[in-house]
């Protein structure tokens, strides 16, 4: 029989208290290591050259933590976020532009988020959970930063230990001075090796401020974050409550929210789904006839032969009509996920013609997203590439996905989440393509073709520095144009060619310089390329400028 000893209990309660979650050898070695590696590559840096390193880091380290075994290695999102953070990395070494940089935080916070719980396949719940892990990766690093429990024990230990160092210590510092005395070359070696400890201890000194102090704590946040793998189930346990496809309630009425008196569970309250059943049908039989007069219109004026007068306003043909088009298409697809998102994909009496009617109602609005393409496609044939006009097509893109989604709910009853879950994945894709591209590139070589008489040249001069090889070899093309920029929203002023090629030197001069400040870790491969270019030209001008 078991006595009860408080001396054991004492004990029991006085021992130390093991850690939530024991830091493998490789994460105590990867910790500092990924913190100072953060503080090196990014302090005062741009994000270029050093994502791709500090990312390849945390993936070795993730990886390498993981077993063959893992779940993570089973998990298509897994996969595709991995791949995504590898090339969306590499893309900002070589172009550092905003959307790789974009797409490359977003990539590396998915796929921590897929490691920590692989099974959840929403893209959003996968980067919040990476984004909550940082909370318990700060309480575990306060855990380690604690004291021991047994510290007088050890600080004892020390003292004990650190007496018996007094004798040899104290007889090497005598022979030290011996032999700096006596031998000369000794003596220059010490001297050097203290100026050596006294320049280290500078360099130390002018680098730690409040502000680096703070930076290097961020760094150090943000790589336990991505290298402490902490179980969250929040956005697991929220997502599993949501599923593929529409479940028929037979609980409930299904649109008006009032029961009718002869409502029984074992079978639908009829009223309810005949009213909600008639407002779709007379809804959508009103809109596809508003919406075909439209699209007859668009077809005939902007499809088959568009011919803007000379007082026609593109600008407002083009910004206004497709911002309106846009939101109308948003608001038909909320038309189509209001009455099919519960029982009324069950109504036997009328289904059929419903889904018909609403497919209708999804092609025309595909029919409409041709439009807007199209008034896009004019406003870059009249007037050149912009940055919107990129993004209208990326949008289009998602917007046609959308519509296809659609069709797949109101066919195959998909719920709303499977239509959030796909419709995330094809944003996730469309924001790799734009990462991907070489836009700034290809607007100048677009812009500047000698077919546009009148050429956005400030717009030009903008743009990132590694368009300036560019901008000077069409240089001599701009003569006889008209070069404008742009004060305010749609209002021009003229640039002279001289104003114009002295900001395009100035540009050179100032990017020549920057280049010549900046580390490594902030340099990117397309800049190389263009300061390169730069040196080229300036060497081939000045050896045919010789006598």
Known sequence: MATYSPSAVYQTAAAPTVPPFPLTTLQKLALPVGAILFD????????????????????????????????????GYCWLLLMGTLLSAVLVAVYASGAAQLAAVVSLAG???????????????????????????????FQL???????????????????????????????????????????????????????????????????????????????????????????????????????RQRDRV?????????????????????????????????????????????????????????????TQFVHEGTYVLILSILVAMGIVLWFFRRNLNFYPRGLATLRWLAT???????????????????????????????????????????LLTVLLKIWQRRSAYSLVR????????????LAAGNWEIWMVRYNLQTRFQRVDYGFLLDMPDRVLPE???????????????????????????TEAQARLQQRIIEFQALEAQRRWPSRSWADWQAIQTIKATTLTHASQSRP
Do not use: C
């Not at 302090?43 to 990886?63: I, K, P």
């Not at 920590?116 to 575990?140: D, F, G, I």
């Not at 639908?268 to 005949?274: A, H, S, T």
């Not at 000077?472 to 929203?489: F, M």
């Open 40 to 75: 090196v590559l990014f302090w005062h840096e741009r994000m270029a050259l050093n994502m791709l390193v500090y990312t390849v880091f945390v993936l070795g380290v993730s990886v390498a933590g993981l077993p063959r075994t893992a779940p993570q290695w089973r998990s």
């Open 111 to 141: 796929w921590l988020g897929y490691r920590n719980q692989p099974h959840l396949r929403l893209v959003l719940y996968a980067v919040l959970t990476s984004l909550l892990n940082l909370v318990p990766a700060t309480q575990r690093l």
């Open 145 to 247: 930063v604690r004291l021991p429990a047994n510290l007088n024990n050890r600080v004892g230990r020390g003292w004990f230990y650190g007496r018996l160092l007094v004798l040899p210590l104290a007889a090497l510092a005598v022979f030290h001075v011996l032999f700096v005395l006596a031998n000369p070359k000794y003596e220059a070696l010490t001297a050097r090796f203290w100026e050596l400890v006294g320049e280290a201890l500078d360099l130390l000194f002018s680098r730690l401020s409040v502000p680096h102090v703070l930076f290097f704590l961020l760094g150090l946040v943000l790589t336990a974050g991505a290298l402490l793998l902490l179980p969250l189930h929040y956005f697991a346990d929220h997502e599993s409550r949501f599923g593929e496809f529409v479940q």
């Open 254 to 314: 299904a649109s008006l929210g009032v029961r009718h008196p002869d409502f029984r569970a074992d079978r639908f309250p009829p009223l309810g789904l005949r009213r909600e059943y008639l407002m779709a049908v007379s809804l959508l039989v009103l809109v596809n006839g508003l919406l075909l007069v439209v699209n007859l219109i668009d077809i005939s004026w902007i499809w088959i032969d568009f011919q803007p007068t000379a007082n026609f306003d593109l």
């Open 360 to 402: 209708v109602w999804v092609v025309q609005n595909a029919v409409l997203a041709v439009s807007v393409g199209l008034r896009n496609y004019y406003y870059i044939i009249y007037t050149g590439l912009a940055y919107k006009r990129i993004g209208v097509y990326g949008f289009l893109l998602l917007t046609f996905f959308g």
């Open 422 to 433: 796909l419709n995330m994945l094809a944003a996730y894709v469309v924001l790799l393509l």
């Open 471 to 497: 901008l000077a070899a069409t240089a001599p093309t701009l003569a006889g144009r008209e070069l404008v920029q742009e004060n305010d929203y749609n209002q021009w002023v003229a640039l002279p060619e």
